[in-house]
DNA sequence: TTGAAAGCGATACCAC
DNA sequence: GTGGTATCGCTTTCAA
């Protein structure tokens, strides 16, 4: 069933059918449009959608790389952009990074053949300097053949950007802790490659040290950014002894409940012993038990405004720079860290 | 870049550059197909999917609808046929239906626009007889016009089918807490219209009634088919008094954590006060305290299935009827439902 | 093996 | 308003 079935059927030409169909209805004589609709119907007509887009050159849709779909840090992020796609008439395809680099920007590379109308990027970067250039690149042809970029959580590369504060987030963190009067912690954190893990480290450590506690006394410990790399590093700590640790944080909620996994198959109580905080607020914080102390990020804000800053047409933000969306976090305090008793009155 | 380009740039004319770059490289001279890959490079070079498509008629990608991205059920399914369809060569879209059978047919009109080579349906079938026809019908035209379809955990449809082994799954589980000594049990469930419910509903009840166990003793609730649904019901539950009842059995994992959640909100505590079941062993079921007894659904298996089924070709299967593959389900015991002492015995 | 040319299904410019 | 026609980028006969 193609345009011309359809055009033949209402009596008209495939030009009149295809600007009933698609195009402005304005100037197409009312009885002409609703005797194409009407073909159209009978004859379960759908419009060709590569042909569309030969023709005008893009596809409508929104094409999302993330890096893991199973993650609901990721999905949380595709419902946003979903759901404003939808309601611009725009479809949205995800296809997955895994976490590579490398496979980020061969993807961007397939994906530029599909000639989305947006091509919308989530994931934490990897400060990987090769790859970097390369996917800055092929964006930039992208963009140079008429398509829009957005990168979520990754900032300063020269696209429209929006932006979790990360630093923000474990900064308030940190104090909010400090002022329940935790002063010996432990912070589980991912490479320092991976950008979000650097951050909300960094933050913490900066929160730390502007309520006076210097990681001197403290320390941190590198593993992967999952729950396993969690459960490990606690499993770890345990093993060489906990020396008055008070308080683990973990740089996500997965490790965070890795940690708590952890801990507890050592036999110790989460919350009690030992004090775990997280950062994302995933599902799964408030069905643990303690309860996980966490900041939580407004993900599907950052979709919607991922979408917004790519239908927004930037001819005004032009001469502003790269437009940069910053999403708030907040923190969550629940029983997982609970007031260190006698310490609240030494916070100041 | 166009294909015409790169066939300027390498010396030969399209069809050949056409040849060398996608068709059989076969009767392509090698040094043109050096030439002209090297030309390609050169430029950045990438197809236009969609010229290729209006040429060729479809496109090299499996369409997957799901009923909700956020949640793990559906995203472990699309893990698996990524992994599957990335072997293939092909490209996953994914799009949401939330759970809509409207919105189902509607978006399998659009997708039979993008021509994609394979649609996957996964989600709980909702028995609504006037989309099913619908849906039926639209499907039948997408592979009359060379497309292949799967779907996943709805039997009864006539296409290839991955059916997750609900009724059996639930069948065991009932068995075993019969075995472990529960006698008084009340099954939290969705609508009957939702297959997936249902099935395990029906199934539940079966193995209790081959443990001897009447459901005259015991009861059903009917909420809806989230986390908050648990809640809710149980909420109630423990309002109206919960008159001995040993164990909660909730459809799914979801659900029974919305049911600990009240139990714990109303001071008591699930595992020693009141047992509690779910059904799919998502992630969280292991995190949470005291771990949830569930039923494991290989999902990623299930994926993988699905695109097995979508590339075998069915001219073999064809007069056996329309394939099937049944994914086997596993009983998880866990702390959320101990043996209720001295009762282990009347076990038969 | 290679190239010229005819589609693929739709859009858009340009006369009428 | 409407129809004819070039066009989009690529694939694929069909001859050579």
Redesign the interface.
């Known amino acids: 069933m193609t345009l011309q079935d359809v055009a033949r059927e209402a009596g008209v030409s495939a030009a009149t059918a295809s600007r009933a169909l698609n195009g402005s209805t304005r100037n197409v004589q009312s009885d002409n449009v609703s005797r194409v609709l009407a073909a159209a119907a009978r004859l379960?007509y759908?419009?060709?959608?590569?042909?569309q887009?030969?023709a005008k050159g893009s596809?409508p849709t929104v094409a999302l790389v993330v890096s893991d779909?199973?993650d609901?840090y990721f999905?949380?992020i595709?419902?946003g952009i979903?759901d404003a796609a939808e309601a611009g008439g725009l479809?949205?395809?995800?296809?997955?990074a895994d976490r590579s680099p490398e496979r980020e920007v061969q993807l961007v590379?397939?994906l530029?053949?599909?000639?989305p109308q947006i091509i919308i990027i989530a994931g934490s970067r990897i400060n990987d300097t090769d790859t970097r250039g390369a996917l800055i690149d092929e964006l930039k042809?992208y963009r140079a053949a008429g398509g829009r970029v957005v990168l979520i959580s990754q900032p300063e590369l020269p696209f429209p950007t929006v932006a979790i504060d990360n630093v923000d987030g474990a900064r308030l963190l940190a104090r909010e802790l400090a002022g329940a009067g935790y002063r010996r912690l432990c912070i589980i954190h991912a490479p320092h490659r991976i950008r979000t893990s650097y951050d909300r480290y960094t933050g913490f450590v900066t929160g730390l040290e502007e309520s006076g506690i210097s990681m001197d006394a403290n320390f941190a410990m590198e593993t992967e950014f999952t729950?396993s790399g969690g459960y490990e590093a606690a499993r770890e700590l345990v093993e060489r002894g906990l020396r008055n640790i008070e308080l683990i944080f973990a740089v996500n909620d997965a490790m965070a409940?890795g940690v708590?996994?952890a801990l507890?198959d050592a036999g110790l109580v989460p919350g009690r012993d030992v004090a775990v905080a997280g950062f994302d607020d995933i599902?799964?914080a408030?069905?643990?038990?303690p309860a996980l102390t966490t900041v939580t990020v407004p993900l599907r804000t950052a979709g919607l405004e991922a979408m917004r800053l790519a239908l927004a047409d930037d001819d005004a933000a032009g001469e502003a720079g790269i437009p940069t969306v910053w999403i708030p976090t907040a923190v969550r305090l629940r029983e997982s860290t609970p007031p260190v008793s006698g310490r609240l009155i030494t916070v100041r």
Do not use: N, Y
């Open positions: 379960g759908v419009p060709h959608v590569s042909a887009a030969t596809i779909v199973a609901p999905s949380s595709a419902v979903i479809v949205v395809t995800m296809t997955v590379r397939t530029r053949g599909q000639r042809q729950r409940l708590m996994s507890r599902s799964s408030v069905d643990v038990v």
